[in-house]
Protein backbone atom coordinates (compact mmCIF):
# COMPACT_ATOMS: atom_id res chain seq x y z
CA UNK A 1 0.00 0.00 0.00
CA UNK A 2 1.11 3.60 -0.84
CA UNK A 3 2.09 6.21 2.04
CA UNK A 4 -1.25 7.72 0.61
CA UNK A 5 -3.38 5.09 0.91
CA UNK A 6 -2.68 3.86 4.20
CA UNK A 7 -2.87 7.37 5.42
CA UNK A 8 -6.28 7.83 3.58
CA UNK A 9 -7.48 4.66 5.37
CA UNK A 10 -6.08 5.65 8.62
CA UNK A 11 -8.08 9.39 8.51
CA UNK A 12 -11.39 7.16 7.78
CA UNK A 13 -11.06 4.96 10.44
CA UNK A 14 -10.57 7.75 12.44
CA UNK A 15 -13.58 9.41 11.60
CA UNK A 16 -15.75 6.58 12.30
CA UNK A 17 -14.20 5.75 15.59
CA UNK A 18 -14.53 9.35 16.19
CA UNK A 19 -19.01 9.24 15.18
CA UNK A 20 -19.02 6.21 17.10
CA UNK A 21 -20.49 7.24 20.76
CA UNK A 22 -23.08 9.84 18.52
CA UNK A 23 -26.39 9.72 18.01
CA UNK A 24 -26.61 10.06 14.46
CA UNK A 25 -30.57 10.04 13.85
CA UNK A 26 -30.36 14.07 13.85
CA UNK A 27 -28.83 13.65 10.55
CA UNK A 28 -30.46 11.21 8.69
CA UNK A 29 -28.61 8.19 9.44
CA UNK A 30 -30.71 5.25 11.78
CA UNK A 31 -27.94 4.90 14.21
CA UNK A 32 -28.37 5.59 17.94
CA UNK A 33 -24.86 5.82 18.97
CA UNK A 34 -22.79 3.97 21.38
CA UNK A 35 -24.09 4.07 25.25
CA UNK A 36 -22.05 5.08 28.44
CA UNK A 37 -20.54 1.64 28.53
CA UNK A 38 -19.94 1.15 25.13
CA UNK A 39 -17.98 4.23 24.90
CA UNK A 40 -16.04 3.42 27.94
CA UNK A 41 -15.35 -0.17 26.22
CA UNK A 42 -13.95 1.36 23.20
CA UNK A 43 -11.43 4.19 25.27
CA UNK A 44 -10.33 0.77 27.14
CA UNK A 45 -9.71 -1.05 23.84
CA UNK A 46 -7.80 2.63 22.94
CA UNK A 47 -5.52 2.06 26.18
CA UNK A 48 -5.25 -1.18 25.33
CA UNK A 49 -4.25 -0.74 22.38
CA UNK A 50 -1.53 1.96 23.01
CA UNK A 51 0.18 -0.42 25.49
CA UNK A 52 0.29 -3.18 23.11
CA UNK A 53 1.45 -0.92 20.29
CA UNK A 54 4.61 -0.81 22.43
CA UNK A 55 4.26 -4.42 23.19
CA UNK A 56 4.14 -5.26 19.36
CA UNK A 57 7.71 -2.73 18.87
CA UNK A 58 9.39 -5.01 21.19
CA UNK A 59 7.98 -8.35 20.11
CA UNK A 60 7.77 -8.07 16.63
CA UNK A 61 10.15 -5.19 15.48
CA UNK A 62 13.00 -6.04 18.03
CA UNK A 63 12.68 -9.68 18.24
CA UNK A 64 12.58 -9.32 21.89
CA UNK A 65 9.98 -11.05 24.94
CA UNK A 66 8.42 -8.44 27.47
CA UNK A 67 6.88 -9.28 30.70
CA UNK A 68 6.53 -6.39 32.08
CA UNK A 69 3.91 -4.04 30.14
CA UNK A 70 1.28 -4.69 32.89
CA UNK A 71 3.39 -3.12 35.40
CA UNK A 72 4.58 -0.13 33.23
CA UNK A 73 1.21 0.81 32.81
CA UNK A 74 0.80 0.30 36.28
CA UNK A 75 3.62 2.63 36.72
CA UNK A 76 2.30 5.43 34.50
CA UNK A 77 -0.99 4.48 36.24
CA UNK A 78 -0.08 5.40 39.77
CA UNK A 79 1.79 8.30 39.11
CA UNK A 80 -0.76 9.69 37.28
CA UNK A 81 -2.74 8.90 39.96
CA UNK A 82 -0.80 10.59 42.59
CA UNK A 83 0.66 13.27 41.03
CA UNK A 84 -2.60 14.76 40.03
CA UNK A 85 -4.19 14.65 43.11
CA UNK A 86 -1.65 16.71 44.50
CA UNK A 87 -2.55 19.39 41.72
CA UNK A 88 0.06 18.39 39.00
CA UNK A 89 -1.86 18.85 35.81
CA UNK A 90 -2.52 16.39 33.60
CA UNK A 91 -0.19 16.75 30.96
CA UNK A 92 2.44 17.10 33.11
CA UNK A 93 1.97 13.55 34.15
CA UNK A 94 1.69 12.03 31.33
CA UNK A 95 4.80 13.07 29.82
CA UNK A 96 6.37 12.11 33.14
CA UNK A 97 4.67 8.95 33.16
CA UNK A 98 6.04 8.66 29.43
CA UNK A 99 9.60 9.89 30.51
CA UNK A 100 10.12 7.65 33.61
CA UNK A 101 9.18 4.32 32.08
CA UNK A 102 11.52 5.15 28.81
CA UNK A 103 14.27 5.12 31.41
CA UNK A 104 13.11 2.56 33.77
CA UNK A 105 13.10 0.81 30.46
CA UNK A 106 17.04 2.00 29.69
CA UNK A 107 18.17 0.66 33.36
CA UNK A 108 16.13 -2.78 32.70
CA UNK A 109 17.42 -3.18 29.45
CA UNK A 110 20.84 -2.74 29.14
CA UNK A 111 21.83 -5.02 31.81
CA UNK A 112 19.59 -7.52 30.35
CA UNK A 113 20.34 -7.35 26.82
CA UNK A 114 24.20 -7.50 27.21
CA UNK A 115 23.82 -11.39 27.88
CA UNK A 116 21.65 -13.31 26.00
CA UNK A 117 18.05 -13.02 23.64
CA UNK A 118 15.92 -14.38 26.21
CA UNK A 119 16.89 -12.70 29.67
CA UNK A 120 15.11 -9.60 28.81
CA UNK A 121 11.82 -12.01 29.08
CA UNK A 122 13.09 -13.35 32.47
CA UNK A 123 14.23 -9.67 33.98
CA UNK A 124 11.14 -8.29 33.08
CA UNK A 125 8.95 -11.14 34.37
CA UNK A 126 11.10 -10.20 37.89
CA UNK A 127 10.37 -7.02 37.29
CA UNK A 128 6.77 -6.88 37.04
CA UNK A 129 6.69 -9.27 40.28
CA UNK A 130 8.75 -6.47 42.16
CA UNK A 131 6.23 -3.61 41.23
CA UNK A 132 3.51 -5.61 42.17
CA UNK A 133 4.66 -6.04 45.38
CA UNK A 134 5.84 -1.95 46.12
CA UNK A 135 2.23 -1.64 44.47
CA UNK A 136 0.97 -3.74 47.36
CA UNK A 137 3.02 -2.55 50.09
CA UNK A 138 3.73 0.76 50.33
CA UNK A 139 0.16 1.55 51.55
CA UNK A 140 1.48 5.09 52.50
CA UNK A 141 1.81 6.07 48.55
CA UNK A 142 -0.09 3.81 46.94
CA UNK A 143 -3.26 3.03 49.46
CA UNK A 144 -1.90 -0.62 49.27
CA UNK A 145 -4.59 -3.05 48.03
CA UNK A 146 -7.37 -0.25 49.05
CA UNK A 147 -5.68 1.59 45.76
CA UNK A 148 -6.81 5.14 44.83
CA UNK A 149 -10.33 6.24 44.12
CA UNK A 150 -11.80 9.24 42.67
CA UNK A 151 -8.91 9.72 40.44
CA UNK A 152 -10.37 13.20 38.25
CA UNK A 153 -10.41 13.32 34.66
CA UNK A 154 -8.28 16.27 33.21
CA UNK A 155 -9.21 19.53 31.68
CA UNK A 156 -8.26 19.96 28.36
CA UNK A 157 -7.73 23.33 27.41
CA UNK A 158 -10.04 24.66 29.78
CA UNK A 159 -12.53 22.44 27.57
CA UNK A 160 -13.36 19.60 30.65
CA UNK A 161 -13.40 15.66 29.75
CA UNK A 162 -15.52 14.62 32.82
CA UNK A 163 -18.25 13.72 30.02
CA UNK A 164 -17.16 10.17 28.77
CA UNK A 165 -17.98 10.75 25.26
CA UNK A 166 -15.58 13.79 25.81
CA UNK A 167 -12.82 11.48 27.07
CA UNK A 168 -13.48 9.11 24.52
CA UNK A 169 -12.81 11.53 21.81
CA UNK A 170 -9.50 13.00 24.07
CA UNK A 171 -7.70 9.36 24.15
CA UNK A 172 -8.99 8.49 20.56
CA UNK A 173 -7.11 11.85 19.28
CA UNK A 174 -3.96 11.06 21.73
CA UNK A 175 -3.94 7.23 20.32
CA UNK A 176 -4.15 8.70 16.68
CA UNK A 177 -1.08 10.98 17.51
CA UNK A 178 0.63 8.03 19.13
CA UNK A 179 -0.37 5.60 16.32
CA UNK A 180 1.03 7.97 13.78
CA UNK A 181 4.88 8.43 15.62
CA UNK A 182 4.94 4.52 15.63
CA UNK A 183 3.76 4.33 12.09
CA UNK A 184 6.48 7.13 11.38
CA UNK A 185 9.31 5.72 13.49
CA UNK A 186 8.28 2.13 11.86
CA UNK A 187 8.92 3.81 8.43
CA UNK A 188 12.55 5.72 8.85
CA UNK A 189 15.38 4.75 8.40
CA UNK A 190 15.64 3.94 12.61
CA UNK A 191 12.39 1.33 11.69
CA UNK A 192 13.58 -0.22 8.04
CA UNK A 193 17.08 -1.18 10.18
CA UNK A 194 14.92 -3.46 12.37
CA UNK A 195 13.69 -4.85 9.56
CA UNK A 196 17.09 -5.46 8.39
CA UNK A 197 17.54 -6.68 11.80
CA UNK A 198 14.62 -9.30 11.71
CA UNK A 199 15.21 -10.45 8.33
CA UNK A 200 19.51 -10.69 8.32
CA UNK A 201 20.60 -9.48 12.06
CA UNK A 202 24.29 -11.02 10.76
CA UNK A 203 24.33 -8.57 7.72
CA UNK A 204 22.44 -5.62 9.57
CA UNK A 205 25.66 -5.95 12.03
CA UNK A 206 28.09 -6.12 8.91
CA UNK A 207 26.21 -2.85 7.89
CA UNK A 208 27.17 -1.15 10.99
CA UNK A 209 23.87 -1.39 12.87
CA UNK A 210 24.57 -1.45 16.34
CA UNK A 211 22.30 -4.73 17.29
CA UNK A 212 21.61 -3.54 20.82
CA UNK A 213 21.54 0.11 20.90
CA UNK A 214 19.03 -0.37 18.89
CA UNK A 215 17.04 -3.25 20.59
CA UNK A 216 17.31 -1.35 23.77
CA UNK A 217 15.88 2.04 22.59
CA UNK A 218 13.01 -0.29 21.16
CA UNK A 219 12.52 -1.61 24.41
CA UNK A 220 12.47 1.37 26.21
CA UNK A 221 10.26 3.37 23.57
CA UNK A 222 7.68 0.44 23.79
CA UNK A 223 7.85 0.56 27.69
CA UNK A 224 7.26 4.24 27.45
CA UNK A 225 4.18 2.95 25.14
CA UNK A 226 2.77 1.57 28.60
CA UNK A 227 3.63 4.51 30.78
CA UNK A 228 1.21 6.58 28.56
CA UNK A 229 -1.10 3.93 28.59
CA UNK A 230 -0.92 3.75 32.01
CA UNK A 231 -1.42 7.37 32.22
CA UNK A 232 -4.82 7.71 30.25
CA UNK A 233 -6.09 4.13 32.30
CA UNK A 234 -6.31 6.14 35.18
CA UNK A 235 -8.39 8.69 34.94
CA UNK A 236 -10.57 6.51 32.11
CA UNK A 237 -11.19 3.95 35.36
CA UNK A 238 -11.41 6.86 38.11
CA UNK A 239 -10.00 4.00 40.67
CA UNK A 240 -6.73 1.92 40.67
CA UNK A 241 -5.54 -1.13 42.44
CA UNK A 242 -2.73 -3.47 42.21
CA UNK A 243 -4.44 -6.18 40.15
CA UNK A 244 -4.51 -4.89 37.43
CA UNK A 245 -0.70 -4.39 37.34
CA UNK A 246 0.51 -8.10 38.00
CA UNK A 247 1.87 -10.48 36.35
CA UNK A 248 -0.94 -12.36 34.68
CA UNK A 249 -2.18 -9.59 33.13
CA UNK A 250 1.45 -8.20 31.84
CA UNK A 251 1.53 -12.32 30.29
CA UNK A 252 -1.87 -11.17 28.35
CA UNK A 253 -0.78 -7.98 26.90
CA UNK A 254 1.91 -10.37 25.50
CA UNK A 255 -0.35 -12.74 24.18
CA UNK A 256 -2.68 -10.03 22.56
CA UNK A 257 0.09 -8.90 20.29
CA UNK A 258 0.75 -12.01 19.54
CA UNK A 259 -2.82 -13.29 18.87
CA UNK A 260 -3.36 -9.42 17.01
CA UNK A 261 -0.50 -10.54 14.32
CA UNK A 262 3.34 -9.69 15.46
CA UNK A 263 5.23 -7.36 13.80
CA UNK A 264 2.25 -6.30 11.68
CA UNK A 265 1.06 -2.76 12.32
CA UNK A 266 -2.63 -3.63 12.91
CA UNK A 267 -1.70 -6.44 15.25
CA UNK A 268 -2.02 -4.70 18.47
CA UNK A 269 -5.49 -3.07 17.80
CA UNK A 270 -6.63 -6.79 17.03
CA UNK A 271 -5.51 -8.22 19.81
CA UNK A 272 -6.42 -5.04 22.13
CA UNK A 273 -9.82 -5.92 20.52
CA UNK A 274 -10.01 -9.23 20.97
CA UNK A 275 -8.79 -8.73 24.90
CA UNK A 276 -11.14 -6.14 25.50
CA UNK A 277 -14.11 -7.38 24.36
CA UNK A 278 -14.07 -10.80 24.41
CA UNK A 279 -14.43 -11.12 28.12
CA UNK A 280 -17.74 -8.78 27.44
CA UNK A 281 -19.18 -11.20 25.15
CA UNK A 282 -17.88 -13.90 26.85
CA UNK A 283 -19.92 -12.59 30.07
CA UNK A 284 -22.60 -15.12 30.83
CA UNK A 285 -19.46 -17.53 30.86
CA UNK A 286 -17.11 -15.86 33.05
CA UNK A 287 -14.92 -18.39 34.90
CA UNK A 288 -14.38 -20.26 31.28
CA UNK A 289 -13.39 -17.24 29.54
CA UNK A 290 -9.87 -17.55 30.81
CA UNK A 291 -9.68 -21.26 29.90
CA UNK A 292 -10.99 -20.42 26.30
CA UNK A 293 -8.64 -18.21 25.28
CA UNK A 294 -5.64 -19.86 26.73
CA UNK A 295 -7.07 -22.80 24.05
CA UNK A 296 -7.49 -20.07 21.54
CA UNK A 297 -3.67 -18.80 22.09
CA UNK A 298 -2.37 -22.47 21.89
CA UNK A 299 -4.42 -23.43 18.50
CA UNK A 300 -3.23 -20.22 16.79
CA UNK A 301 0.41 -20.57 17.84
CA UNK A 302 0.61 -24.41 16.07
CA UNK A 303 -1.74 -23.62 12.42
CA UNK A 304 -1.34 -19.37 12.39
CA UNK A 305 1.61 -17.91 14.16
CA UNK A 306 1.65 -15.21 12.17
CA UNK A 307 -1.90 -14.19 14.37
CA UNK A 308 -4.86 -12.71 12.94
CA UNK A 309 -3.72 -9.93 10.88
CA UNK A 310 -1.23 -12.53 9.42
CA UNK A 311 -4.25 -14.46 8.78
CA UNK A 312 -6.16 -12.35 7.00
CA UNK A 313 -3.12 -10.53 4.40
CA UNK A 314 -2.14 -14.27 3.71
CA UNK A 315 -5.85 -14.82 2.45
CA UNK A 316 -6.24 -12.03 0.61
CA UNK A 317 -3.01 -12.35 -0.83
CA UNK A 318 -4.53 -15.97 -1.83
CA UNK A 319 -7.98 -14.23 -3.01
CA UNK A 320 -5.71 -11.32 -5.49
CA UNK A 321 -3.81 -14.43 -6.90
CA UNK A 322 -6.41 -16.34 -7.93
CA UNK B 1 22.57 -19.49 66.52
CA UNK B 2 20.11 -22.17 66.92
CA UNK B 3 17.39 -19.88 65.37
CA UNK B 4 19.69 -19.56 62.17
CA UNK B 5 21.00 -23.40 62.05
CA UNK B 6 16.89 -24.35 61.95
CA UNK B 7 16.23 -21.85 59.16
CA UNK B 8 19.16 -22.99 57.35
CA UNK B 9 18.16 -26.80 57.02
CA UNK B 10 14.07 -25.94 56.63
CA UNK B 11 16.04 -23.28 53.79
CA UNK B 12 17.79 -26.22 52.02
CA UNK B 13 14.49 -28.43 51.94
CA UNK B 14 12.85 -25.97 50.37
CA UNK B 15 15.52 -25.02 48.42
CA UNK B 16 16.00 -28.99 47.35
CA UNK B 17 12.63 -28.56 45.90
CA UNK B 18 13.28 -25.60 44.05
CA UNK B 19 16.50 -27.16 42.62
CA UNK B 20 13.90 -30.26 41.03
CA UNK B 21 11.98 -27.68 39.71
CA UNK B 22 14.93 -25.60 38.14
CA UNK B 23 17.00 -28.93 37.08
CA UNK B 24 13.69 -29.68 34.84
CA UNK B 25 13.75 -26.34 33.13
CA UNK B 26 17.46 -26.18 32.67
CA UNK B 27 17.19 -29.72 31.12
CA UNK B 28 14.49 -28.54 28.45
CA UNK B 29 16.32 -25.42 27.31
CA UNK B 30 19.64 -27.73 26.94
CA UNK B 31 18.24 -30.49 24.95
CA UNK B 32 15.26 -28.74 23.12
CA UNK B 33 16.13 -25.16 23.66
CA UNK B 34 12.25 -25.11 25.01
CA UNK B 35 11.63 -22.23 27.56
CA UNK B 36 8.47 -23.59 29.66
CA UNK B 37 6.73 -20.69 31.00
CA UNK B 38 4.75 -22.91 32.60
CA UNK B 39 7.60 -24.79 34.77
CA UNK B 40 5.58 -23.12 37.91
CA UNK B 41 2.77 -24.93 36.97
CA UNK B 42 3.87 -28.11 36.30
CA UNK B 43 4.86 -27.76 40.04
CA UNK B 44 1.39 -27.22 41.15
CA UNK B 45 -0.63 -29.85 38.95
CA UNK B 46 0.73 -33.66 40.11
CA UNK B 47 -0.63 -32.48 43.36
CA UNK B 48 -3.71 -32.16 42.40
CA UNK B 49 -3.77 -35.16 40.28
CA UNK B 50 -2.66 -37.21 43.77
CA UNK B 51 -5.98 -35.48 44.96
CA UNK B 52 -7.89 -36.25 42.53
CA UNK B 53 -6.71 -40.03 42.61
CA UNK B 54 -7.27 -39.97 46.48
CA UNK B 55 -10.57 -37.66 46.98
CA UNK B 56 -12.41 -38.86 44.10
CA UNK B 57 -11.69 -42.21 43.23
CA UNK B 58 -10.61 -43.62 46.88
CA UNK B 59 -6.86 -44.78 46.15
CA UNK B 60 -4.71 -45.34 48.89
CA UNK B 61 -2.02 -42.03 49.57
CA UNK B 62 1.45 -43.62 48.28
CA UNK B 63 -0.28 -45.37 45.56
CA UNK B 64 -1.91 -42.06 44.99
CA UNK B 65 1.23 -40.69 44.85
CA UNK B 66 2.96 -42.93 42.78
CA UNK B 67 -0.35 -42.64 40.08
CA UNK B 68 0.55 -38.73 40.28
CA UNK B 69 3.73 -39.29 39.25
CA UNK B 70 3.26 -41.17 36.25
CA UNK B 71 0.15 -39.40 34.96
CA UNK B 72 2.46 -36.19 35.04
CA UNK B 73 5.13 -38.08 33.08
CA UNK B 74 2.33 -38.60 30.78
CA UNK B 75 0.40 -35.44 30.58
CA UNK B 76 2.99 -32.73 31.36
CA UNK B 77 5.98 -35.07 29.52
CA UNK B 78 4.49 -36.86 26.04
CA UNK B 79 1.33 -35.12 25.72
CA UNK B 80 3.52 -31.52 26.03
CA UNK B 81 6.28 -32.89 23.77
CA UNK B 82 4.06 -34.06 20.89
CA UNK B 83 1.08 -31.95 21.54
CA UNK B 84 2.33 -28.92 22.15
CA UNK B 85 6.23 -28.21 21.57
CA UNK B 86 6.28 -30.78 18.57
CA UNK B 87 4.77 -28.75 16.08
CA UNK B 88 6.03 -25.56 17.35
CA UNK B 89 10.00 -25.94 17.71
CA UNK B 90 10.44 -25.37 13.98
CA UNK B 91 8.98 -21.71 13.51
CA UNK B 92 11.53 -20.48 16.65
CA UNK B 93 11.83 -19.45 20.25
CA UNK B 94 8.32 -17.27 20.06
CA UNK B 95 5.45 -19.24 19.45
CA UNK B 96 6.66 -21.74 22.03
CA UNK B 97 7.00 -19.25 24.44
CA UNK B 98 3.38 -17.87 23.72
CA UNK B 99 1.88 -21.35 23.42
CA UNK B 100 3.41 -22.42 27.13
CA UNK B 101 2.21 -19.46 28.08
CA UNK B 102 -1.08 -20.14 27.35
CA UNK B 103 -0.50 -23.37 28.66
CA UNK B 104 0.25 -22.29 31.98
CA UNK B 105 -2.88 -19.93 31.98
CA UNK B 106 -5.12 -23.10 30.67
CA UNK B 107 -3.72 -25.37 33.68
CA UNK B 108 -4.11 -22.86 36.26
CA UNK B 109 -7.88 -22.31 34.73
CA UNK B 110 -8.38 -25.91 34.92
CA UNK B 111 -7.61 -26.90 38.24
CA UNK B 112 -9.13 -23.58 39.75
CA UNK B 113 -12.63 -24.57 37.38
CA UNK B 114 -12.61 -28.08 37.76
CA UNK B 115 -11.22 -29.17 41.10
CA UNK B 116 -11.42 -25.73 43.63
CA UNK B 117 -10.28 -22.37 44.10
CA UNK B 118 -9.21 -22.79 47.68
CA UNK B 119 -6.30 -23.99 48.93
CA UNK B 120 -6.09 -27.66 49.76
CA UNK B 121 -4.38 -29.49 52.48
CA UNK B 122 -2.32 -32.07 51.36
CA UNK B 123 -0.73 -35.09 53.35
CA UNK B 124 2.39 -35.68 53.91
CA UNK B 125 4.56 -39.39 54.16
CA UNK B 126 6.28 -38.67 57.26
CA UNK B 127 4.30 -37.23 60.77
CA UNK B 128 5.64 -33.15 61.71
CA UNK B 129 7.53 -34.76 64.70
CA UNK B 130 10.26 -32.39 66.00
CA UNK B 131 13.66 -33.72 66.99
CA UNK B 132 15.85 -32.16 69.00
CA UNK B 133 20.04 -32.53 68.27
CA UNK B 134 21.98 -30.00 70.43
CA UNK B 135 19.19 -27.47 70.80
CA UNK B 136 18.69 -26.95 67.12
CA UNK B 137 15.00 -28.86 66.49
CA UNK B 138 13.88 -29.99 63.26
CA UNK B 139 10.97 -31.62 61.86
CA UNK B 140 11.12 -35.17 60.76
CA UNK B 141 9.07 -34.22 57.71
CA UNK B 142 11.43 -31.31 56.29
CA UNK B 143 14.44 -34.23 56.82
CA UNK B 144 12.27 -36.22 55.01
CA UNK B 145 11.82 -33.52 52.04
CA UNK B 146 15.76 -32.87 52.19
CA UNK B 147 16.58 -36.62 51.53
CA UNK B 148 14.51 -37.22 49.61
CA UNK B 149 15.32 -34.26 46.91
CA UNK B 150 18.82 -35.02 47.73
CA UNK B 151 18.25 -38.79 46.93
CA UNK B 152 16.56 -37.95 43.76
CA UNK B 153 19.41 -34.90 42.47
CA UNK B 154 22.31 -37.36 43.08
CA UNK B 155 20.61 -40.42 41.08
CA UNK B 156 19.54 -38.17 38.45
CA UNK B 157 23.25 -37.11 38.38
CA UNK B 158 24.31 -40.91 38.07
CA UNK B 159 22.16 -41.34 35.39
CA UNK B 160 23.30 -37.99 33.34
CA UNK B 161 26.93 -38.67 33.77
CA UNK B 162 27.10 -42.46 34.92
CA UNK B 163 25.06 -44.58 31.90
CA UNK B 164 24.76 -45.01 28.32
CA UNK B 165 22.17 -43.09 27.85
CA UNK B 166 22.26 -40.39 30.21
CA UNK B 167 25.63 -39.33 28.13
CA UNK B 168 24.00 -39.28 24.94
CA UNK B 169 21.29 -37.04 26.38
CA UNK B 170 24.45 -34.79 27.18
CA UNK B 171 25.47 -35.00 23.89
CA UNK B 172 22.05 -34.46 22.75
CA UNK B 173 21.86 -31.10 24.89
CA UNK B 174 25.53 -30.07 24.04
CA UNK B 175 25.18 -30.26 19.95
CA UNK B 176 22.11 -32.58 18.48
CA UNK B 177 23.82 -32.03 15.03
CA UNK B 178 27.30 -33.85 15.94
CA UNK B 179 25.17 -36.71 18.40
CA UNK B 180 22.92 -37.22 15.22
CA UNK B 181 25.79 -37.96 12.92
CA UNK B 182 27.59 -40.17 16.08
CA UNK B 183 24.10 -42.41 15.96
CA UNK B 184 22.40 -40.80 18.97
CA UNK B 185 18.63 -41.38 18.78
CA UNK B 186 18.39 -37.40 19.07
CA UNK B 187 13.95 -37.48 19.02
CA UNK B 188 14.27 -40.38 21.50
CA UNK B 189 16.64 -38.61 23.94
CA UNK B 190 14.21 -35.48 24.11
CA UNK B 191 11.33 -37.67 24.85
CA UNK B 192 13.82 -38.74 27.85
CA UNK B 193 14.19 -34.89 29.00
CA UNK B 194 10.74 -34.10 28.85
CA UNK B 195 10.13 -37.14 31.05
CA UNK B 196 12.72 -36.50 33.66
CA UNK B 197 11.50 -32.67 33.27
CA UNK B 198 7.50 -34.23 34.04
CA UNK B 199 9.06 -36.57 37.03
CA UNK B 200 11.68 -33.85 38.43
CA UNK B 201 8.22 -31.53 38.65
CA UNK B 202 6.17 -33.97 39.91
CA UNK B 203 8.42 -34.92 42.41
CA UNK B 204 8.75 -31.37 43.60
CA UNK B 205 5.20 -30.82 43.42
CA UNK B 206 4.26 -33.74 45.86
CA UNK B 207 6.95 -32.60 48.54
CA UNK B 208 5.99 -28.77 48.46
CA UNK B 209 2.37 -29.18 48.95
CA UNK B 210 2.55 -30.22 52.26
CA UNK B 211 4.40 -27.42 53.30
CA UNK B 212 2.58 -24.56 51.48
CA UNK B 213 -0.67 -26.58 50.49
CA UNK B 214 -1.80 -26.99 46.79
CA UNK B 215 -3.45 -24.06 45.60
CA UNK B 216 -4.02 -23.44 41.71
CA UNK B 217 -2.10 -20.38 42.07
CA UNK B 218 0.93 -21.85 43.41
CA UNK B 219 2.51 -21.92 40.22
CA UNK B 220 3.16 -17.71 39.69
CA UNK B 221 5.78 -18.20 42.39
CA UNK B 222 7.18 -21.71 41.77
CA UNK B 223 7.87 -21.34 38.02
CA UNK B 224 9.34 -17.70 39.12
CA UNK B 225 11.75 -19.29 41.67
CA UNK B 226 12.64 -22.28 39.14
CA UNK B 227 13.75 -19.41 36.75
CA UNK B 228 15.48 -17.40 39.02
CA UNK B 229 17.78 -20.57 40.53
CA UNK B 230 18.27 -22.09 37.33
CA UNK B 231 19.93 -18.41 35.82
CA UNK B 232 21.71 -17.14 39.19
CA UNK B 233 23.10 -21.08 38.94
CA UNK B 234 23.90 -20.83 35.46
CA UNK B 235 21.37 -21.54 32.66
CA UNK B 236 23.30 -24.19 30.73
CA UNK B 237 24.47 -26.37 33.97
CA UNK B 238 22.64 -28.99 35.71
CA UNK B 239 24.57 -28.49 38.94
CA UNK B 240 24.04 -24.74 38.71
CA UNK B 241 19.72 -25.61 38.64
CA UNK B 242 20.81 -27.37 42.40
CA UNK B 243 23.52 -24.76 43.61
CA UNK B 244 20.28 -21.75 42.89
CA UNK B 245 17.73 -24.06 43.92
CA UNK B 246 19.46 -24.69 47.37
CA UNK B 247 20.50 -20.84 47.53
CA UNK B 248 17.31 -19.23 46.71
CA UNK B 249 15.56 -21.84 49.24
CA UNK B 250 18.22 -20.55 51.94
CA UNK B 251 18.24 -16.93 51.41
CA UNK B 252 14.26 -16.99 51.60
CA UNK B 253 13.81 -18.58 54.76
CA UNK B 254 16.27 -16.38 56.15
CA UNK B 255 14.71 -13.21 54.61
CA UNK B 256 10.94 -14.49 56.08
CA UNK B 257 12.53 -14.55 59.02
CA UNK B 258 15.33 -11.24 59.57
CA UNK B 259 13.84 -9.11 57.09
CA UNK B 260 10.44 -8.73 56.04
CA UNK B 261 7.36 -11.29 55.21
CA UNK B 262 6.09 -8.59 52.76
CA UNK B 263 8.85 -8.05 50.09
CA UNK B 264 10.31 -11.93 51.16
CA UNK B 265 9.20 -12.59 47.42
CA UNK B 266 11.55 -9.86 46.35
CA UNK B 267 14.51 -11.49 47.35
CA UNK B 268 14.71 -14.08 44.67
CA UNK B 269 14.08 -11.36 42.60
CA UNK B 270 16.98 -8.95 43.73
CA UNK B 271 19.32 -12.21 43.59
CA UNK B 272 18.61 -11.98 39.58
CA UNK B 273 18.97 -8.86 39.34
CA UNK B 274 22.45 -9.05 40.86
CA UNK B 275 23.66 -12.45 39.35
CA UNK B 276 22.84 -10.51 35.80
CA UNK B 277 24.17 -7.41 36.68
CA UNK B 278 27.61 -8.76 38.01
CA UNK B 279 27.95 -12.52 36.92
CA UNK B 280 25.47 -12.61 33.80
CA UNK B 281 26.39 -16.57 32.95
CA UNK B 282 25.93 -17.91 36.17
CA UNK B 283 27.17 -18.73 39.62
CA UNK B 284 28.44 -21.67 38.36
CA UNK B 285 27.94 -21.10 34.56
CA UNK B 286 30.83 -20.88 31.47
CA UNK B 287 30.31 -18.20 29.07
CA UNK B 288 28.44 -19.24 26.43
CA UNK B 289 30.34 -17.62 22.85
CA UNK B 290 27.59 -15.66 20.43
CA UNK B 291 27.71 -16.72 16.96
CA UNK B 292 28.00 -13.24 15.86
Known amino acids: MSTSTSLLIGLLLLVLLALAPVDLNDFGVPYPGLRRYGTYILTLWLVTAIAAMGVNLIVGYAGQETLAQAAFVGIGAYLTAIVTKA ?74 LRNHIRFYWFVLAITAIMTFVLWWIVRSPWGRAFTALRENPLRAESLGIDVRLYTLLTFALGSAYGGMAGSLYAPLVEFIDPSPFALGPSLLFMLMVVIGGSGTFLGPFVGAGIAVLLPEWLRAWETWYLLIYAVLVMVMMAFFPGGIVGLLSRLVARKARS | MTDFLQLLISG ?72 IVGPLIRRGVLPLVISTIALSILLKESV ?40 TIVLLQWFLAGTRTGRQMQATAQNPTVARILGVPVERMILYTFLINAA ?25 IAFV ?42 LLVLVILFRPQGLLGRKEERAV
Request: charged letters at 10%.
Open chain 1, 87 to 160: GVPFGVAFAASGLLTFVIGIALGFPALRVQKHYLAFVTLAFTVLCWLVFRNEQWITGGVMGIRDIERPTFLGWP
Open chain 2, 12 to 83: LATGAIYALAAIGFTLLWQTSQTINFAQGEFVMVPAFLALIAMRWFGVPFVASLVLAILASMLLLGVAFRYI
Open chain 2, 112 to 151: KDFYSAEAQTFPTLLPDTLITVAGVSVSLAQLGVLAVALV
Open chain 2, 200 to 224: LAAMASLLVSPIYLAKFSNGETLGL
Open chain 2, 229 to 270: AAIVGGFNQVRGAIAGGLLIGVLDNLAAAYVSTAYRQAIPLI
